[in-house]
DNA sequence: GGTAACTTACTGTGCTGTCAGTAACTAAAT
DNA sequence: ATTTAGTTACTGACAGCACAGTAAGTTACC
């Protein structure tokens, strides 16, 4: 009779290993983009052959994937560490994390660079950024909706148009940012239009663009 | 004394046909991405072979310069037609920009794509960018000075901030939208968000998310 | 006849993925 | 406790394609 095979455990040291891996992806993809970084400068900032990067991940496309996840896991953007930020405590936190992201343009450009080059054709990241940026709309539509609850108002219609426009000035901020830094500063201009489109949903003003006006 | 180099006269319809190349390439450039964007591709879209297109271009490089340059030349958003338009005029301009964005989205990926790319190492299109953000936020502030002073209020410190905002929004939505047109709509959350920004730059309010505010 | 606009054919490189092999480790059987 | 069997974590070599660029030749305009 056949005695069952079991697969053997990976061995301690390997989940560490991956880990090296992973961040030395995001640190080439971030930089040369996920099409133009090759297996073989990851590789060698680990030590490693290529070869030896695909036996963990069979392939570039799943390195991508996990590189994504992985980062997910471990940053703070989106859903920090375990609560998610409600109310006026999630845009505080989305200011916060702007400030944070002027001391690590690495990661910026890594996320400006494969969120925007996900949206080519057959591209393995193209999942992921679809259901990242659905998750977050609906993580700031929620503080919207507390925040108007805390302020005894209707919830308004504007909220999801709020809340994409929140998320589209951070992430078209850092490409402006990362193309010339001297002039444009991160952080502060994310806080001001944030406030000013939290502003437009709490307390809506007529529109300064409307035909009578001058 | 030198000679300038002067190349001879191309013939008539050549221009025609570059320009039939410079389409073709933007729209590849555009699905694909410049790097996974191979110039074989763009080659047979206008039947030839992609030997052809280096005659014409001299190399990949050149061309992403050229096609970049051309649709500047030919295309609507910032400098429109000849006359910048001033004040209001240009917001509500961005605006219709984003409506008639709705009806091209190869075009507005080409940009989403080609911009984010052009920050990674050595992209020959890095210069372009650079210089194009610089020059609309340049118009984008002038044009909040125009309406201040229409307003007769003093042009407030909040004008650089906001115009860097006012190109973010519509650049980060255009990647959502890209993303998952079912869910994001790309004009009337342009529309908007620079509401937003504008009310907020001519008539400030309390911010929404100081400290003491619940 | 000269040159612009190509094509064909080729070069060289870069890159992902495969494969066979090896050393080190693990798990069970003796 | 030692052997045995199997597995993991690699390396090195290479297949094999995709791609940018080049050189030489062909056609057709001026």
Redesign the interface.
Known sequence: MTTTRRASKPRPETLARRREILRAALEIFG???Y??GPLVEIAEQVDMTHAGILHHFGSKDRLLVEVLRYRDETDVEGIEGQHIPD??EL??HL?RTAFANEERPGIV?AY??L???????GNPG?EY??QR??QL?TEVAQAFRV?CE??GIDAPA?ID??S??V???????Q??W???RA???LA??S??????????V??P?P???APD??
């Open positions: 930089s040369k983009g099409n133009n109310g006026t845009f505080r200011v450009q400006a660079v969120s925007a080059e996900s949206v080519t054709d193209r950024f679809e940026y659905t709309r925040m805390e302020r504007t148009r709020a994409a426009s998320l589209a000035v951070m992430d078209g901020l490409v402006q990362l193309l010339d002039n444009v500063e502060e201009t806080a001001f239009a944030i406030e000013a489109i939290v502003t437009a709490l307390d003003r529109s300064p663009l006006a001058p």
